[in-house]
């Protein structure tokens, strides 16, 4: 299989501060764009700098770090916006107009070829002054498809570098995504984005989807962090690019250790379930499938921990084996015998179905109470 022909543009900065009631400092955004540059990610969307003084200082800085990554920020189609793009010396401006009837109709109260052909201006001036330029449609997914066509094709006239399909509200399925980018793909002459939005839990299958049906630019945020039910989240798009579409290049071991900077930054702690980086991603309590674990982790682990800097974790409960009891309790250095583990085990299941977490310490405490009982 050939490999997908993709890059990643990183948004967490973007519109993953987008999440309501998130905001990240320069220092945290510099630390959080010197991880993604360290994962590989081709390029980073530091911000919008017409937000505030203090975001276009963030930008700013941001794009004079040195990073192997490109630095992209935000634009309306505006001279004024694009300008302050330039300002900030990045390397690509993310143009975008909303395209849908819908967002024309209540935001900009003009006729689609007006907001177009203003937009154009702004597409052209962009790409006059030197500046790799994203156009980007917002609304894509609600778009009438000729209008969105005629977006695209006139938007790659005026010198738009990369076009951007934006599934604004998260409205697609993947299957609904794959008939759009297997149509847009065969009819726009320049590389195509992808961005997806979770409001139905599809962000990340979307986005693999595009994918596999030809988009290049895949947009992605840390935790999936952004705006309702936010993007697609970096961790999960990555690991499906390498596992399925046989991209080799990316260091996801890094990939916890951002998780929990951006959970910190942003004070939105992953759900414990939440693929990849949830603190039960790796997490196991059925005896069988411990059993099987401990002959091979493959049998229950369709991502190895330590692909993406996770940790195996057997947790005890209810569910426990003897096998699984027997394998933590020697990772504590203690030892019991058959008897002794079958009365510890019975034990945990009892404080496990009375809603007990059995942590180490109420464990080591069993095991102690068993040794003194059979003394
Ligand atoms: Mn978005």
Known sequence: MKPWNIEICDVTLRDGEQTPGVSFSCEEKQIIAGLLDDIGVEVIEAGFPVVSPYEKHCVRTIAGMGLDARICCLARARQDDVEAAIDCSVDMVSIFIATSDLHIKHKYKKPRETVLAQALE???FAHDHGLQVRFAAEDASRTDPAFLHEVFVRGSECGADLLSFADTVGCLTPLETLEVFRELVSVVDRPLCAHCHNDMGCATANTITAAAAGAFQLHTTVNGIGERAGNAALEEVLVAVKLKGGVDRYNLSI????S???????????DKIKPVVGAHAFAHESGIHIAAILEDPATYEYIPPE??????????GKHSGK??????VASLGCELSKVQICAVLDRVKRLSEEKCTVTPEVLKRLIKDEREGAS
């Open 122 to 124: 702004a597409v052209a």
């Open 323 to 328: 096998r699984a009891l027997e394998h933590v």
């Open 255 to 258: 990939l916890s250790k951002l």
């Open 307 to 316: 692909l993406v800097g996770g940790q195996r974790t057997f947790i005890l």
């Open 260 to 270: 929990r900077m951006v959970a910190q930054f942003s004070g939105i702690m992953p």
